[in-house]
């Protein structure tokens, strides 16, 4: 059985991705969009202080990362 996933604020999974070749394009009220130069879909994330479990879940499927690799990420 796998771990839960960690509580993350929407500033700290942008500096995670940030370390990962994602870049943030432009922001509209408290959701930022990030892109990455080898992929082609974007990422929405939200500027909140506390993400839930199933938006994390959905934003690491859509970037490509597993639980695993989130973790290890200092």
Sequence with gaps: MSER???L???QLIDILGKL???AVRQRGSHVRL???DRAVSLVV???RELKR???SGIL???GLS???LREQP
């Design 21 to 23: 070749g994602w870049e």
């Design 9 to 11: 604020s929407g500033a």
């Design 54 to 56: 199933g938006t994390l």
């Design 46 to 48: 939200p500027l909140h």
């Design 5 to 7: 996933l960690p509580v």
């Design 67 to 69: 639980r695993e690799e």
């Design 61 to 63: 499927r859509d970037a």
């Design 35 to 37: 892109r990455h130069p």
